[in-house]
């Protein structure tokens, strides 16, 4: 597909009402508590390394859900530190910053988003440099079997777009892209670099690489860059003044000047395109208005550079809170409000997607022998299965799957399985009894949606020792 047909068909998407209600994928900076409770099972404690997806459909019953627990990308990623389990409580840190690349057709799932992590991921499945936090990427199945890694910006790229050495450290704290406009993002913390006419930039300075100096893959990844091509498209004096602008309050009701750190940006297609010029880029650069997070946003607040500077809105839902009206407490994003305040998270990643929720979390990931397993799990079915099979004890192994579908959960983990469930739809607890022996048993349930699809729902791995 061209890059001018993918324009046309994205704006043929983005052009729909529909975008104005379009869901969110993000994560938080701390632990938090979706607004629903999630019928009091695990599914309700979203981690910085767990992912979780909010929809503005109706404004009855917002609530952030959980989309991707940590389980299920220990699952896809495997034993990554070859010490036997496949189960990593703190694998990737955080998720500092997710992406997708949307089209217009195609649901979101685990294998299309991509992702950058506080802490690198470690290479005992995918071999080096696995995921690093300069990188941007995702878990995928390929010819080389499963747990293996696809980028969609490499560190080495970031670096060679801020003409940096190669040896140079940096972290990717914030990312959006579409192949008509170019990428966008933002470093953790204030760098040195050698591009155009900067020599330094502020972890509150948004950049860019034009589209210009970037070559893509088929399937809209990044194949390289233009040596020295970033841009700085907002610096952080810019990105203060938009928050300052928006009026918006933090979780405590204080009302906000600066952005501290920008934590996570998004395109943000209900405002205008923008026609720019950037000191060193010799044209016209057009450019969407960018939905965006920072530091000082406690509360998990969402703003928008659109209008100068203002609260986004998605749906029922005002992402933030005025000055004027009190603290934004994190509902406005369907998470918990702990007391009469808000939620001390900022929101650390975003992007819009079209998730669905099909989730499933053990109570305990690793136990010995004689333990009971227990399972909490959301289904879209009326009936579910849910399946396990017993998976390899070796070092850096990895659970094999097939490659089944492309709704929720795109592939199949249970084939060979040795335990068949039936139980309903929902939120449900799966009490399956005491596990006898040591061995890894991967669990995955499988239901007919509303859609009249096969869904499967995201796998979850035990070890008993």
Partial sequence: MTSLLRSVLSAALWTTPAVAQMPFLFTTSQTEQTLSGSAGTVLKTLRPNEVAMVE??????????????????????????????KWDPTLFGSIDALCEILGPIGLSNQRTVFWSPSVAMQPGVSGTPAIRPGDTARIVRNANGDGQVEYFLRLEQVLSALAMPMNSIVDVDAI???????????LDADTA????????VHDGDVLMIPPTAIT?????????????????????????????????????????????DVEALDLDWQAPIQAMQLCSYSGILQSPALAFTGESMTGCSVLTTAAGGSILQRGCATLGTSCNFGATTGAQMGLQP??????????????????RQFTLEPHQHQFLVGGSAVLDLYSPGIFTAVFARFD?????????????SNMHFPDEYI????????????YQTLNVGVIPLPVKIVWQAAAISPWNTIELSTPATMDIY
């Fill in 415 to 426: 084939t060979g399985n040795v335990i068949a469930l039936l139980v309903p739809g929902g």
């Fill in 176 to 186: 959006a892209a579409d192949p008509s406009y170019g990428v966008f993002f933002s």
């Fill in 216 to 260: 893509w893959t088929s399937d809209f990844r990044v194949q390289s860059v233009t040596p020295g091509s970033a841009l700085v498209l907002y610096t952080e004096a810019q990105m203060d003044a938009f928050v300052g602008n928006a009026v918006v309050s933090n979780h405590l009701w204080q009302c906000l000047g600066s952005i501290d």
């Fill in 193 to 200: 670099v050698n591009f155009g006419c900067t020599n330094f």
């Fill in 56 to 85: 503005f459909w109706s404004c009855t019953g917002l609530s952030a859900e959980k989309w991707s627990p940590r389980t299920c990308y220990n699952t896809m990623a495997g034993d990554t530190d070859g010490d036997t389990t």
């Fill in 392 to 404: 390899s004890m070796a070092p850096n192994s990895v659970a094999p799957s097939l490659g089944y």
């Fill in 338 to 355: 702990p007391t009469s305040s808000g939620v001390p998270s900022f929101v650390n990643a975003l992007t819009t997607a079209f998730p």
